[in-house]
């Protein structure tokens, strides 16, 4: 079935410093990808889609040159937390689906990001 | 207020059903799905359910719809203590992304 792999799983970044996740899906093709955000024992806030080969679409209140999101292929699409602050501590999650499926969308394992 | 809402906890105990409720506020939703995320994991797909059926039934898992009150329920049968985790109730309107629930923490005791 579609995998969507996510690294890294884990990362610790110093306050100012920038971290790219990346969400790649295995083994199907996605035009469009998601990246959740989701805080302690909350649901996941969507905070963009991504679009492969052009801009991603960012929610409202999602600080667009704060979260880049880069979807240079099909099957790849980066999350980079730039300048990251100790608030942007949180857990990070991207889906997929693949192409002419109008149903059942594959998540990532999420990254934990921690700034210190 | 929320476009999803699902109640926070639920306990019981081993073997027997867990029954998981959920409420959504959109009548043109097309797709509902049910998510399993136990600690530190990703979301994973259980089932998912098209607006214009009633019921689907997978191994353990039986989805319940009623459109006129826009509820979904999540029975797990027999459940069991590796059933622990949070469960999400998502929409999808059209072929747009998804709305969460904020999430039921089901836990399974012995």
């Known amino acids: 079935g579609a995998v969507v792999s996510q690294h890294p799983s884990r990362v610790i970044c110093k306050s100012g410093t920038s971290v790219k996740i990346e969400c790649r899906s295995l083994?199907?093709?996605?035009?469009?990808m998601f990246w959740y955000r989701q805080f302690p024992k909350q649901s996941l806030m969507l905070m963009a889609t991504?679009?492969?080969?052009?801009?991603?679409?960012?929610e409202q209140g999602v600080e667009k040159d704060k979260f880049l999101i880069n979807h240079a292929s099909l099957t790849l699409s980066t999350l980079t937390v730039t300048s990251a602050h100790p608030e942007d501590s949180s857990f990070y999650i991207c889906?997929?689906?693949?192409?002419?499926?109008?149903?059942?969308?594959?998540f990532g394992s999420g990254t934990r990001l921690t700034v210190v | 207020g929320e476009d999803v809402e699902q109640s926070l906890f639920l306990s019981v105990r081993e073997g027997d059903s867990s029954v998981i409720n959920c409420t959504y506020t959109?009548?043109?939703?097309?797709?509902l799905y049910w998510y399993k995320q136990e600690p530190g994991a990703g979301l994973q797909l259980l089932t998912y359910?098209?607006?214009?059926?009633d019921m689907k039934q997978d191994q353990r898992l039986t989805v319940l719809l009623n459109k006129k009150d826009k509820h979904l329920s999540l029975r797990i049968a027999d459940t069991q203590t590796g059933d622990s985790a949070i469960y999400f109730c998502?929409?999808?309107?059209?072929?747009?992304?998804?709305?969460f629930g904020k999430g039921t923490m089901l836990l399974v005791s012995p």
């Open positions: 083994d199907f093709q996605a035009t469009t």
């Open positions: 889906s997929a689906t693949p192409i002419r499926e109008f149903y059942g969308y594959t």
């Open positions: 959109d009548s043109s939703s097309t797709y």
């Open positions: 359910i098209f607006s214009n059926m």
């Open positions: 998502a929409e999808r309107r059209g072929y747009s992304t998804l709305t």
């Open positions: 991504s679009n492969e080969g052009s801009k991603a679409t960012y």
